[in-house]
Nanobody
């Protein structure tokens, strides 16, 4: 059974930082891309970032480029999202995603999703 469990969300002031974590278990395909999406109230889920298995090819949405950084520790089966210079527009539920095909993650159709973690940025 595949599980993606996010953690690290919370309330932060504008300009602050948070680091999200996503721990994966049960993935039988040893090489999989992972990524993050977010969904703000009343809006559709949107792509944030994805990274390949080796972690050397991240792909960011323009809205977070230069502020967010994705990394992964394959020994721990964990991917991280460091979020800096947060603004109220970053307020959303953040979801972790995984798929053997990175393009599926970018397209918003990965095989696996986490349950989400709330990030709230106050002005």
């Amino acid at each position: 059974q595949v599980q993606l469990v996010e953690s690290g969300g919370g309330l932060v002031q504008a300009g602050g930082s948070l680091r999200l974590s996503c721990a994966a278990s049960g993935l039988t395909d040893s090489r999989y891309a992972m990524g993050w999406f977010r969904q703000a109230p009343g809006k559709e889920r949107e792509f944030v970032v994805t990274v390949n298995w080796s972690g050397d090819r991240p792909y960011y949405a323009d809205s977070v480029k230069g502020r967010f950084t994705i990394s992964r520790d394959n020994a721990k089966n964990t991917v991280y999202l460091q979020m800096n210079s947060l603004t109220p527009e970053d307020t959303a539920v953040y979801y972790c995603a995984a798929d053997p095909n990175g393009r599926a993650v970018v397209a918003g159709s990965p095989n696996y999703w986490g349950q989400g973690t709330q990030v709230t940025v106050s002005s």
